[in-house]
């Protein structure tokens, strides 16, 4: 099976830094890549899908890129409201895994 | 607005087999192509439990499989999920989600999840 490795596993950083989280898969998966925000008792939210695509509603300060092995998820600017873990996930075939996760925090 | 409500029992015991319900309402479930269940433990991370498709093929995962169904009844517009043997590594937040996208399996639309938690 592909593992999904997701790096830092927390982090805290300042109101406007910008914020980089990766991915690395054990194996090719194209862009089939998914990136969700969890704040504390909340319910997931789906950030970015297709590895870059932002999905509607979602602050223009989220952006994904990569592609086969290695994936980030950046915001530009960081926001108090932006605390909160983040996952990213592998559909490129079963099983659809999540990454770790990585808790951001506001310094 | 789609909506989805998972239901079932909150403690199970030991051994014991839990079943879940994912109610769908101002959504037809034949309208997605995925619907799936992950679980999340308390304090950590989010596990894929399993997914079915649209045509009913099932994805479970690998350290799941032996222990786990997931089905689906169109004319209830529901999701249900079913694990065996339930044991204490079991408990956790249950989340049932729809897929946003034909053949995609990124999750748009989630539960506000059941929490179940496993003990004598």
């Known amino acids: 099976d592909i593992q999904m490795t997701q790096s830092p596993s927390s982090l805290s950083a300042s109101v406007g830094d910008r914020v980089t989280i990766t991915c690395r898969a054990s194996?090719?998966?194209?862009?089939?890549v998914a990136w969700y925000q969890q704040k504390p008792g909340k319910v997931p939210r789906l950030l970015i899908y297709?590895?870059?695509t932002l999905q509607s509603g979602v602050p223009s300060r989220f952006s994904g890129s990569g592609s086969g092995t290695d994936f980030t998820l950046t915001i530009s600017s960081l926001q108090p409201e932006d605390v909160a873990s983040y996952y990213c996930?592998?559909?490129?075939?079963?099983?659809?895994?999540f990454g770790q996760g990585t808790k951001v925090e506001v310094k | 607005q789609v909506q989805l409500q998972e239901s079932g029992p909150g403690l199970v015991k030991p051994s014991e087999t839990l079943s879940l319900t994912c109610s769908v309402s101002?959504?037809?479930?034949?309208?997605?192509?995925?619907w799936g269940w992950i679980r999340q433990p308390p304090g950590k991370g989010l596990e894929w439990i399993g997914s079915?498709?649209?045509?009913?093929?099932?994805y479970y995962s690998p350290s799941l499989r032996s222990r786990v169904t997931i089905s689906v009844d169109t004319p209830k517009n529901q999701v249900s999920l079913r694990l065996t043997s339930m044991t204490a590594a079991d408990t956790a937040l249950y989340f049932c989600?729809?897929?946003?996208?034909?053949?995609?399996?990124?999750?748009?639309?989630w539960g506000q999840g059941i929490l179940v938690t496993v003990s004598s």
């Open positions: 989600a729809k897929s946003l996208r034909w053949l995609g399996g990124e999750f748009d639309s």
């Open positions: 101002a959504f037809s479930i034949t309208n997605a192509y995925y």
């Open positions: 079915i498709s649209k045509s009913g093929s099932t």
């Open positions: 194996q090719d998966i194209s862009n089939y």
């Open positions: 297709s590895a870059s």
């Open positions: 996930q592998k559909y490129s075939n079963s099983p659809w895994t």
